[in-house]
């Protein structure tokens, strides 16, 4: 059972800490943060307020799917205010009777104009919209898996290790032998085992088009597993938190592609044997970096990331300058080195790992398979 | 053969008479925007930047892709640029020369702690960021679709209406009897066709979930086309245009659920009918939404929305009193009446229509279906 009402009251916590007397996640197109889901359950697409005064007030599109889904104190269909952010704002400052002058924190995705709006129409309020701030927060908790998440994980990677096995047999029997056949197994498989579905569009890229990080389009009728380098990148959604895996599947491959296995391969064992409670994120990548360097090699993306509710959530794992990510326990993260060849085609290995008291431990089992 | 410079043509002119030096086109995550395809061909994960004496400059995050895709006059990996939009803007200001004292364009979705960012880092330059400058007018310019676009959407119908009948015939035989079946059938059916894959996840939804818009998780192991309503609401992707549609199947509907039918179809012709060049968008949403309330029933979403790169894109055709479109030739858009009851399920019917000169073309076949 999640326990959103504790949840909540961290915010509450850190409202009165920072004298924030309301403050806004927002779930919907174009501004989307499932953080939306953590404090409250309901699945996507709704506004919800907390106040400082400890109440929740939920402002879903979808009242059907609120009142199933949605754990909050008051709800409000988005009609109701014109399903406009600036209309609801106004609406819930004055149901809730949050006096003028007190702080309005916004979400830091707001935009520029959308953020003059605001202060436009709200000019007895002073709106504060900053990446550092309770959105920040919000951010580290997630971060930080709970008792509760962890048990949900240790669930995901189970059916995601099912899922793999049954992936690699089918490729060996040639049951799966285009791109399509390998995402829609994944699709089917990951929902007949009481998934939500998948956690982003499965990337399955045979030999032909394995050289791109992102395969475009992300899956096609073009042959699997044949000859050469072939990645399948997928996740699967479990109670709202996907796995991610990459695996390659290498069929006879070349000298030139070998080396894209080794080198891979030894990336990976490096990073997770650095992994450890107190490491920067970032040093950790540097050394990957540094690796691929000798061979005269460069990685084009980040050597992980945290999942979650996102599939790309915090922690950064990345070299750039500005990731000031520690590790510690509770975290739940990939590790995805990977590297693509124009010519030779592309080669990534990704397992998703739960830092404990006692170490890294891996959740799944995706691997280089050699055909 | 879709004409890229003719498009950044348009751009450069209206830059000129704004006076922008230089212009921000971006599609990273969570600042998606597939006008940067629309102006330059490179699929996503990239940033577009174009300056008023006429040049591209094309900054992504897969070199490999980019030489594959990308159509323009200069192309440098994000890599170059720590992966960073400040940085990227910092050193494409000093690529291309652009003098100090200039206006530079940055997209409306720019949050404002980001933008706060820009102005901070970019001291000499006059950063802009607003809803209804260039970037309102690249929005403009995309609602209303060109030959290449109308060629493409005509295929991308005529390929949908293929699946549609396929859809009623395995619902009809019994093939299709879960949300799975029909979701992953069309996975299948759209990519061994040619499509890039699906505009968006499609949402299925069988007699007991069916109640929701947006029902979730999208499509479950759960039968579909049971006794009552079920929907299947669904997009082709082809050649980067998404279609939309949604069918409704009814088995044995009840007298009210035969009452949220008839009422469905009603509105769906009500708007059609009231599809002229030159009247509002807004006139026939409220038109609908009238003839709902006469029946005290309020439908929870907007009445359609322009279809293109996007599955949401420009027109709005929604009730809302900031709504400003008004129909024009050329134009291609959904028309999605719909009801939904938490008792009796939902009942959506949506079709994509081309407005031309000589009225509105009705481009899918999709329809409440009785079983």
């Given at each position: 059972m999640i326990d959103y009402l504790s949840r909540r009251q961290k915010m509450y916590d850190a409202m009165a800490r920072e004298g924030i007397a309301l403050l806004l996640i927002e779930d919907t197109e174009g501004r989307r943060d499932p953080a939306l889901r953590w404090f409250c359950g309901h699945p996507q697409d709704a506004l919800l307020y907390l106040s400082v005064d400890k109440r929740s007030l939920l402002v879903p599109w979808d009242i059907n799917m609120a009142l199933l889904y949605g754990n909050a104190d008051i709800t409000v269909p988005y009609r109701e205010f014109e399903r406009q952010p600036v209309s609801a704002a106004k609406g819930v400052l004055e149901k809730l009777r949050i006096p003028p002058g007190s702080k309005i924190e916004i979400p830091p995705v707001t935009s520029y104009p959308l953020f003059l709006d605001y202060v436009g129409a709200l000019t007895d309020y002073d709106i504060i919209c900053r990446n550092t701030g309770l959105h920040g927060e919000i951010e580290k908790l997630r971060a930080v898996k709970d008792e509760e998440e962890i048990r949900i994980y240790r669930k995901a990677a189970e059916i995601t290790n099912d899922v793999i096995t049954l992936l690699e047999k089918n490729v060996r029997s040639g049951r799966i032998h285009t791109e399509v056949d390998a995402a829609l197994f994944i699709e089917s498989a990951s929902r007949k085992r009481g998934c939500e579905g998948t956690g982003f569009t499965t990337l399955a890229a045979g030999p032909e088009r394995s050289?791109?990080?992102?395969?475009?389009?992300?899956?096609?009728a073009a042959p699997f597993a044949g000859k050469g380098l072939s990645i399948l990148d997928f996740g699967l959604k479990y109670a709202g938190y996907t796995t991610d895996v990459t695996l390659t599947f290498a069929r006879d491959p070349t000298p030139a592609q070998e080396k894209l296995i080794t080198l891979t391969e030894k990336a990976y064992k490096l990073a997770l044997g650095l992994v450890v409670d107190g490491t920067g994120t970032r040093d950790i990548a540097l050394a990957v970096d540094y690796l691929f360097s000798k061979s005269?090699?460069?990685?084009?993306?980040?050597?992980g990331h945290g999942i979650g509710l996102e599939e790309h959530e915090s922690p950064a794992i990345r070299s750039r300058a500005d990731n000031p990510w520690v590790f510690c326990p509770g975290m739940v993260f990939t590790l995805e080195p990977g590297l693509y060849d124009p010519i030779h085609g592309g080669c990534r290995l990704e397992n998703d790992i739960l830092l404990t008291d006692s170490g890294a431990e891996v959740l799944t089992n995706a691997a280089i398979i050699r055909l």
């Amino acid at each position: 059972m999640i326990d959103y009402l504790s949840r909540r009251q961290k915010m509450y916590d850190a409202m009165a800490r920072e004298g924030i007397a309301l403050l806004l996640i927002e779930d919907t197109e174009g501004r989307r943060d499932p953080a939306l889901r953590w404090f409250c359950g309901h699945p996507q697409d709704a506004l919800l307020y907390l106040s400082v005064d400890k109440r929740s007030l939920l402002v879903p599109w979808d009242i059907n799917m609120a009142l199933l889904y949605g754990n909050a104190d008051i709800t409000v269909p988005y009609r109701e205010f014109e399903r406009q952010p600036v209309s609801a704002a106004k609406g819930v400052l004055e149901k809730l009777r949050i006096p003028p002058g007190s702080k309005i924190e916004i979400p830091p995705v707001t935009s520029y104009p959308l953020f003059l709006d605001y202060v436009g129409a709200l000019t007895d309020y002073d709106i504060i919209c900053r990446n550092t701030g309770l959105h920040g927060e919000i951010e580290k908790l997630r971060a930080v898996k709970d008792e509760e998440e962890i048990r949900i994980y240790r669930k995901a990677a189970e059916i995601t290790n099912d899922v793999i096995t049954l992936l690699e047999k089918n490729v060996r029997s040639g049951r799966i032998h285009t791109e399509v056949d390998a995402a829609l197994f994944i699709e089917s498989a990951s929902r007949k085992r009481g998934c939500e579905g998948t956690g982003f569009t499965t990337l399955a890229a045979g030999p032909e088009r394995s050289f791109g990080i992102h395969a475009f389009p992300p899956y096609t009728a073009a042959p699997f597993a044949g000859k050469g380098l072939s990645i399948l990148d997928f996740g699967l959604k479990y109670a709202g938190y996907t796995t991610d895996v990459t695996l390659t599947f290498a069929r006879d491959p070349t000298p030139a592609q070998e080396k894209l296995i080794t080198l891979t391969e030894k990336a990976y064992k490096l990073a997770l044997g650095l992994v450890v409670d107190g490491t920067g994120t970032r040093d950790i990548a540097l050394a990957v970096d540094y690796l691929f360097s000798k061979s005269r090699k460069t990685m084009p993306h980040a050597l992980g990331h945290g999942i979650g509710l996102e599939e790309h959530e915090s922690p950064a794992i990345r070299s750039r300058a500005d990731n000031p990510w520690v590790f510690c326990p509770g975290m739940v993260f990939t590790l995805e080195p990977g590297l693509y060849d124009p010519i030779h085609g592309g080669c990534r290995l990704e397992n998703d790992i739960l830092l404990t008291d006692s170490g890294a431990e891996v959740l799944t089992n995706a691997a280089i398979i050699r055909l």
